[in-house]
């Protein structure tokens, strides 16, 4: 069962990734999945449904943060609809046609999403290192929008968002500031934009359609409120902090502040693959 410690300690996943989604654009998750692992266990999910339990949560907290953040930056200008609606539709379809064969057609065990995790973690640090020159150009601007390259960047950013349940945004910063040159608070807009859009499809998919089922109290589908809705509620209120912050820190301080945080996250990760224990 889950107690008052226990919903302090949601809680406050829910700031941190809310806060992380508003001040980088990347949904949240990169909190969430750790935070939701742990929890996920402890109300005593089947192994064969961990996995796909763990994305399925963490892409319904995503889209709480993701619409807080969004309307935030709504207000700021920093939304463009159309590339929102095609990079979002065509993630929302990897996503979902990803998470039904994590489901159904094949068995994604626990050891391999960790390490499929971490090292997509350890990518998106580097490539964030590697993305300085570029943060800090004066000469970003935002190109004529191609519908194919659209499409490709939200094929790519939705199957990664459900086979590591972090949103996709991680993928989708680096394509649209390197990819299709856009200014990095319009593409961090984007990026929240595309998650919003994405995870709330996938997570209807999840509640209604997936015939898989946690059979625990308080969820439905793949979906367990008791852990999910503390860390949804908080992070609606601490997205829009992150996107105030953003608009008055310098790229690289961005930049170091996430970076930190991947190598935390990896750290207590890899702690979890050799003693395969989630405990806080």
Not at 96 to 107: C, G, K, N, Q
Not at 188 to 195: A, M, P, R, T
């Amino acid at each position: 069962m889950i107690d008052y410690y226990d919903l302090f300690i949601l809680s406050l996943c829910g700031a941190i990734g809310g806060f992380l989604a508003g001040l980088l654009g990347i949904g949240g998750g990169i909190a969430f999945v750790v935070f939701i692992s742990s929890y996920l266990i402890k109300l005593g999910v089947p192994d064969n449904l961990l996995v796909p339990a763990i994305i399925a949560n963490s892409m319904f907290c995503i889209f709480f943060a993701g619409l807080s953040g969004s309307f935030k930056h709504y207000q700021n200008k920093n939304l463009s609809l159309n590339p929102i609606l095609t990079i979002g539709f065509a993630a929302t379809f990897a996503s979902i046609l990803a998470s039904y064969s994590i489901t159904h057609w094949f068995d994604y065990k626990q050891e391999s999403f960790l390490i499929f995790f971490i090292f997509l973690l350890l990518f998106i640090a580097l490539s964030m290192m590697k993305r300085r020159e570029l943060i800090n150009s004066n000469e970003l601007k935002i190109e004529k929008k191609d519908p194919l390259k659209l499409t490709g960047i939200g094929l790519l950013s939705g199957s990664i968002a459900a086979f590591s349940g972090i949103g996709g945004g991680i993928i989708l910063m680096p394509l649209l500031t390197n990819g299709m040159k856009m200014e990095i608070k319009k593409a961090n807009g984007i990026s929240l934009g595309v998650i919003t859009l994405m995870a709330l499809l996938t997570s209807f998919y999840n509640i209604l359609f997936n015939p898989a089922s946690l059979g625990i109290v308080y969820s439905l589908g793949l979906i367990s409120f008791a852990i999910s809705l503390p860390i949804a509620l908080m992070s609606i209120i601490a997205a829009p902090f992150g996107v105030n912050v953003a608009s008055k820190l310098k790229p690289e301080t961005i930049r170091i502040i996430f970076v930190v945080f991947i190598l935390v996250v990896v750290a207590k990760m890899v702690s979890g693959i050799l003693g395969m224990s989630f405990k806080f």
